[in-house]
């Protein structure tokens, strides 16, 4: 199968062929994701709770997010791998943004990397990122890093003025230079304002019909414990069954069922003569 380029997913978006991107943190998952054949991998800062086990995307660092994507990276042939940013590594100015996004690119292999939010700032960090020769994918909506400021964690653009922020930020990522925006927890309606006045793709989380969609893995695997997100969808019972194949194994070896003859190694008589005669000695 031919890599999935910049090219071909705004190719799929002119052709109202939805994008599947799914988050991916370790090589195993990432295989998974090849080879069920999703279009983008996303190496999110979500990776922090779910895989790493932080209270919040904010503690994670760029060495951790680098060997979740490295990982990833070794996982993926065809994929475009996304990245994202750590809290605290782009913001100081638009030479560390850089900085930072160059270790991503250098270090893990991303295609691109991606940034939270619209403001002046964050405008001023994707197109000096641009400039640099590295693809970004923009994120507005509800913005994890930051969710402090926007009240906690939810939805966005439900007034007047947060829906008004909603459009203006996705306009001002798309004139910065994004090729893509993710758009998260925002109601249909809006998104569908968007869709009207965006050029780029958006991948949608919670925010209804885009030109693509984009989940937690774990999410949709059902290994998160407790409530998830209104916007997840559970495909999988995999938590459940991993809770009961440990289980299974525990019982059996306090049991003494496992291990059985069918997993143990056959030794000759003499080879057994000889560890005890060599036992015997050393134990002298």
Not at 165 to 181: D, H, N, P, Y
Not at 246 to 254: K, M, N, P, Q, T
């Amino acid at each position: 199968m031919t890599k999935v380029s910049i090219p071909r997913l705004l190719e799929k978006q002119q052709a109202g062929e939805p994008i599947v991107m799914v988050t991916a943190y370790d090589f195993p998952t990432a295989r998974a994701a090849e080879r069920a054949g999703v279009d983008m991998v996303l190496v999110g800062d979500s990776g922090a709770q779910v895989h790493l086990g932080y209270a919040t995307t904010a503690e994670v660092t760029t060495d951790e997010l680098l060997v979740l994507a490295g990982a990833v990276r070794r996982g993926t042939e065809t994929a475009f791998l996304v990245c994202d940013v750590a809290f605290g590594t782009t913001e100081e100015s638009d030479a560390q943004a850089v900085a930072t996004a160059v270790r991503f690119v250098k270090e893990a292999g991303a295609d691109a990397v991606k940034l939270e939010g619209g403001n002046a700032e964050k405008l001023s960090r994707i197109r000096a990122i641009v400039a640099a020769g590295i693809p970004v994918v923009g994120h507005v909506g509800l913005t994890p890093q930051t969710a402090t400021a926007l009240g906690g964690l939810r939805a966005q653009g439900r007034t007047e003025s947060s829906a008004a922020r909603v459009v203006e930020e996705a306009l001002g990522v798309q004139r910065a230079g994004a090729f893509c925006v993710v758009v998260e927890a925002v109601p249909a309606e809006v998104t569908a304002v968007l869709r009207e006045v965006l050029d780029i793709p958006i991948i949608g989380i919670g925010a209804g019909p885009a030109d693509g969609q984009v989940l937690v893995v774990n999410d949709l695997l059902g290994v998160t414990e407790g409530r998830t997100a209104k916007f997840v969808k559970t495909y999988g019972s995999i938590g459940d069954d991993t809770v009961a194949a440990i289980s299974a194994y525990a019982d059996e070896v306090r049991s003494g069922a496992f291990p059985g003859a069918e997993h143990q190694y056959a030794a000759t008589p003499e080879a057994v003569d000889a560890a005890r005669e060599s036992a015997e000695r050393l134990r002298r």
